[in-house]
């Protein structure tokens, strides 16, 4: 019975985020790759974030993030700037541009929410909370994730 829930889990995985390209490319966003994408989710709109706080959110060594962060500069959906009491510490934030792709994330996380939970009975969608909440204590306990 395990197979046929890792098969599960793992075609999830694969469709929702194969459905998350499409849809940005059906936005008008085609450059915007997966990895790009969960970037700039994890920058956010708000006040800029240093790269390692982004990288150790998405469980990325800085030199992994780095590349992905260097290609939304080239592609100016973000903007990187070194920090002004520690030189060392590199900053990112969103441009114009980034917190419209954040925009259609948003949207798109939220239309497949709804489009799922639209014939959902209130027992169903605990019963998804409960699994959900189950699977993610489970899958933080395995790599020590606290947030």
């Known amino acids: 019975m395990a197979e046929k829930y890792q098969l599960s889990l793992a075609e999830v995985i694969t469709v929702y985020l194969a459905s998350q390209k499409k849809y940005l490319e059906k936005k008008g966003y085609r450059d915007v790759t997966n990895s790009e994408a969960n970037a700039i989710l994890q920058i956010g709109n708000g006040k800029p974030r240093r790269i390692g706080e982004i990288a150790d959110d ?27 009491s520690d030189k060392r510490a590199i900053y ?17 996380h939220e239309e497949t929410v709804m489009a799922y939970m639209k014939n959902q009975t209130p027992e169903g969608e605990k019963v998804l909370y409960d699994s959900y909440q189950s699977l993610m204590c489970y899958l933080r306990g395995e790599i020590n994730y606290e947030k």
């Open 58 to 84: 998405l469980l990325l060594t800085k030199g992994t993030l780095s590349i992905t962060m260097n290609s939304l500069v080239k592609k100016g959906y973000a903007i990187k700037r070194r920090g002004m």
């Open 92 to 108: 990112i934030s969103l441009t114009p541009m980034g917190e419209k792709v954040l925009e259609v994330l948003t949207e798109f």
